[in-house]
């Protein structure tokens, strides 16, 4: 089956710092990738959407100088958090979608991020 | 946009079936898909369910769609405590067909 790696898996860093989190498929080439965020209990909810060569489609709310979405090839999309603040420790989660139709909406393990 | 709800708790004994439920409310979703999330963990899917299809089954788990009412169910026959989880209904109606999630159910397995 379709696999999509994420990492880091968790990764604690100070306030005004940069993080990275990187998302690829393993075994299919994902053309659409989604990053979704995830507070403690609660819901996932889309941050954005990524097609391979183009600029992300952010949604409402989302500050896209914040979180910087980046789809340079079929296997991979990476997040960058800027200038993280404590409000930005959350969940992040990336999903990958392909030309195989339901595998498209494959899942990553998660990254906790901890701003201190 | 898609509205996706779910009740937040449910509680059942092992060995018994668990129903958890899901509304929604965009009849255009294409697929609605139920996935498992263990803590601190990425999301399983489990199962899914084209829009024009009533029921599906895969062994321990059965999906009822009731597209007229809008409800989506998952029945998990024989719980188990390994299915102790947060499972989510989600369905595309999100912007940019992109995944619109219930809230989740805590799925709580008594002894």
């Known amino acids: 089956g379709a696999v999509v790696s994420q990492h880091p898996s968790w990764v604690i860093c100070k306030s005004g710092t940069s993080v990275k989190i990187e998302c690829r498929s393993l075994?299919?080439?994902?053309?659409?990738m989604f990053w979704y965020r995830q507070f403690p209990k609660q819901s996932l909810m889309l941050m954005a959407t990524?097609?391979?060569?183009?600029?992300?489609?952010?949604e409402q709310g989302v500050e896209k100088d914040k979180f910087l979405i980046n789809h340079a090839s079929l296997t991979l999309s990476t997040l960058t958090v800027t200038s993280a603040h404590p409000e930005d420790s959350s969940f992040y989660i990336c999903?990958?979608?392909?030309?195989?139709?339901?595998?498209?909406?494959?899942f990553g393990s998660g990254t906790r991020l901890t701003v201190v | 946009g898609e509205d996706v709800e779910q009740s937040l708790f449910l509680s059942v004994r092992e060995g018994d079936s668990s129903v958890i439920n899901c509304t929604y409310t965009?009849?255009?979703?294409?697929?609605l898909y139920w996935y498992k999330q263990e803590p601190g963990a990425g999301l399983q899917l489990l199962t899914y369910?084209?829009?024009?299809?009533d029921m599906k089954q895969d062994q321990r788990l059965t999906v009822l769609l009731n597209k007229k009412d809008k409800h989506l169910s998952l029945r998990i026959a024989d719980t188990q405590t390994g299915d102790s989880a947060i499972y989510f209904c989600?369905?595309?109606?999100?912007?940019?067909?992109?995944?619109?999630f219930g809230k989740g159910t805590h799925l709580i397995i008594q002894p």
């Open positions: 999903s990958a979608r392909g030309d195989r139709g339901l595998y498209g909406y494959t």
């Open positions: 075994d299919f080439q994902a053309t659409t």
């Open positions: 990524s097609n391979e060569g183009s600029k992300a489609t952010y």
């Open positions: 965009d009849s255009s979703s294409t697929y």
């Open positions: 369910i084209f829009s024009n299809m």
């Open positions: 989600a369905g595309t109606g999100g912007g940019a067909d992109g995944l619109t």
